[in-house]
């Protein structure tokens, strides 16, 4: 049998539309993301977890003083600098 030659016609195999394979990725990624988030937190030690907690809760009591009510993913990279500056300088 030659390299060109087919054990299949393509009439029997599925060729979703494109339509289709951008769903399908778009599903298959978020299963993914939590699959991957939750392999990640079962790995993590929980020492590292409350550590984690707590660092995040003094942050937000920081910027509850500073009156930055965005969660810090939202906040932009340059504002994000300068909240970081003057929370370490605060911190001393």
Not at 47 to 63: G, V
């Amino acid at each position: 049998m030659d390299s060109d030659e087919s054990e299949h016609s393509e009439s029997e195999f599925y060729y979703p539309d494109k339509e289709t394979l951008i769903q399908m990725t778009l599903v298959n990624r978020d299963e993914f993301e939590e699959d991957r988030q939750d392999f990640i937190n079962s790995i993590r030690p929980d020492n590292t977890k409350k550590k984690t907690t707590y660092d995040l809760t003094i942050w937000r009591r920081y910027c509850s003083t500073v009156r930055e009510t965005r969660a810090l993913e939202n906040i932009p990279p340059e504002e994000l600098n300068i909240l970081l500056c003057r929370f370490f300088m605060d911190v001393r």
